[in-house]
């Protein structure tokens, strides 16, 4: 991790902070098709990285990717950089190694 880390930054109850991976217009599809931001999609979820969590956050870790909702999200700036603030309740799934070694995979 680089220095996310160390934010100077306590987040209280269930909150999870994260930040975006990858841009969030243009996307690529599997195929290697160019699709633009402003395409008619669905609603579709957006994966991003666990920087920092409260103390009552249970199923994500720092360094975790989650699953969410882009459109139930607030935006906030430290130094300069972009950031999502969640509650755990509004992330729909965390992809980690140690989710993996439990033998469990990823619930929706």
Partial sequence: MNDDAKLPI???HDRVLVRLDG????????AGIVIPATASMGRRLSW???VGVGPNVRSVAA?????FDPDDRS?????????VLLRERDVHAVAAERVESDGIGLYL
Avoid: K, N
């Fill in 10 to 12: 306590r987040l209280l």
């Fill in 23 to 30: 841009a969030e217009g243009e996307r690529r599809s599997t």
């Fill in 48 to 50: 991003a990285t666990a």
């Fill in 63 to 67: 360094g975790d990717r989650v699953l």
């Fill in 75 to 83: 935006e906030v700036e430290l130094h300069g950089r972009e950031f």
